[in-house]
């Protein structure tokens, strides 16, 4: 499958973004999906996850709970992440993932996915 991420920028303290990763090659509804962003300096860390299927299984990472949302549109075969209130410290690279297995909700670390898209930058300023 090829993913296709976008909707980075710039954007300044408190403001919002909405990412989005299109899928081709596969049907992504029986895979989780995953959310991942990268620093300059520091290893790419899990931020999200969202079930197969209706996606009704999240999982956030607690520095962005309450901020971010995690969303799918399988009959479009693209997941969305919101992104409100963004702070300085979220700037970094984002990546959405599919996971490796189908019907597998339990995806957090990057050996759960196969799939990757090329990444979009987000750079919030203070």
């Known amino acids: 499958v090829q993913l296709q991420a976008s909707g980075g920028g710039l954007v300044q303290s408190g403001g919002s973004l909405r990412l989005s990763c299109a899928a081709s090659?596969?049907?992504?509804?029986?895979?989780?999906m995953g959310w991942f962003r990268q620093a300059p300096g520091k290893e790419r860390e899990f931020v999200t996850n969202?079930?197969?299927?209706?996606?009704?299984?999240?999982y956030y990472v607690d520095s962005v709970k309450g901020r971010f949302t995690i969303s799918r549109d399988n009959a479009k075969n693209t997941v969305y992440l919101q992104m409100n209130n963004l702070k300085p410290e979220d700037t970094a690279v984002y990546y959405c993932?599919?996971?490796?297995?189908?019907?597998?909700?339990?995806?957090?670390?990057?050996?759960?996915?196969?799939?990757w898209g090329q990444g979009t930058q987000v750079t919030v300023s203070s």
């Open positions: 969202i079930s197969w299927g209706s996606g009704g299984r999240k």
């Open positions: 090659g596969r049907t992504l509804a029986s895979y989780s």
């Open positions: 993932a599919a996971a490796r297995n189908e019907y597998d909700s339990n995806v957090y670390f990057p050996k759960d996915f196969d799939s």
